[in-house]
């Protein structure tokens, strides 16, 4: 999951090491989130986990916002676009990453989430008229065809099934419509706002769940408590900052290429705290999904 900023990069900031510290801290974070989700999916339902993380996410944030200032408030037609944004990004998508990878190991789920923008393109084509031009289209057939190779390679391994899959591509369609929403948002708000205002909307999503987590709190092991807060304050609330604060100084584009180490890093620390790996298959698949997002990426000539 990224967060896309509207911010330029100053003159020179490419050559300091600030922004190459704070990109490479957040794909650690967020990839150490797969692995952590894993790790107390096992214990742990998918709803109080979602609700426990947003929650502590949301409080974190709060402090940053009210640090910096203090909230700005979204008006009119913002607010839809904020309540669809932090329904999908954060409830919709937690909840269906938490109980994907009760069903797939961390690394495939975060290769198969890398979907995500071409899900983005998609939309972007349907809602927004965005072109769907020859390499959009041929990225998007080899991106998908990536997805079905994974499906098919979790479906015959002992270790996953098809539906924890489809679950991640749900988790990839809900990582979209947050972007598409958040990308018209931070042309008014401040994206740490949005990213918190965001979060609330998703913790509102899983308050149904409020009972089943305060029975976690109360029978849970101390360090499953512990990790439920880690996955609220690192990957979510110091992980989004930090690539916020990379984005504002740093070329988005280039910056953004570099999510695509995300599942490389889940993979490696699965192994080395879970001892699990994805099937080999899934490593073919995820090439196929990196290098269609890649080709998406290709302009044509008329356009450049």
């Known amino acids: 999951m990224t967060l896309t900023a509207t911010a330029r990069p100053s003159a020179g900031a490419g050559r300091t090491w600030g922004p190459a510290a704070a990109a490479a801290a957040t794909l650690v974070l967020w990839a150490s989130a797969f692995v952590a989700i894993r790790h107390l999916g096992h214990g742990i339902d998918p709803g109080p986990l979602s609700l426990g993380r947003l929650l502590v996410a949301s409080v974190v944030l709060g402090l940053l916002v009210l640090r910096r200032g203090g909230a700005r408030w979204p ?15 954060f409830g919709v998508y937690n909840l269906a990453l ?50 079905v190779v994974i499906g098919r390679a979790s479906a015959d391994s002992a270790q996953g099934d098809l539906l924890g899959v489809l679950l991640a591509v749900l988790c990839a369609a809900a990582y979209a419509v947050g972007v598409l929403t958040q990308k018209s948002l931070v042309r008014t708000l401040p994206p740490l706002h949005v990213t918190w205002l965001s979060c609330m909307v998703g ?25 439920i807060v880690y996955l609220g304050v690192a990957p979510t609330a110091l992980a989004f900052t930090l690539w916020a604060y990379a984005l504002s100084r740093s070329d988005a584009g280039k910056l953004s290429l570099t999510t695509f180490l995300v599942p490389a890093i889940a993979t490696l ?15 073919l698949g995820g090439a196929l999904c990196v290098g269609g997002v890649m080709l998406t990426r290709h302009r044509p000539k008329e356009d450049r």
């Open 75 to 89: 008006r009119g037609r913002e607010w839809p676009l904020l309540l669809a944004g932090g329904a999908f990004w």
């Open 203 to 227: 913790a509102v999503v899983c308050l149904p769940w409020a009972g089943d987590l305060a029975q976690v709190v109360g029978s849970a092991p101390t360090s499953d408590l512990l990790w």
């Open 269 to 283: 620390m699965a192994w080395v705290l879970l001892d699990e790996v994805p099937p080999p298959l899934a490593f």
């Open 98 to 147: 938490n109980e994907s990878e009760r069903r797939i190991d961390a690394g495939t789920a975060a290769l198969v989430i890398q979907i995500g923008t071409l899900i983005v393109a998609l939309l972007a084509a349907l809602f927004f008229g965005e072109r769907l031009h020859r390499w959009l289209l041929i990225g998007m057939t080899i991106g998908f065809a990536g997805v």
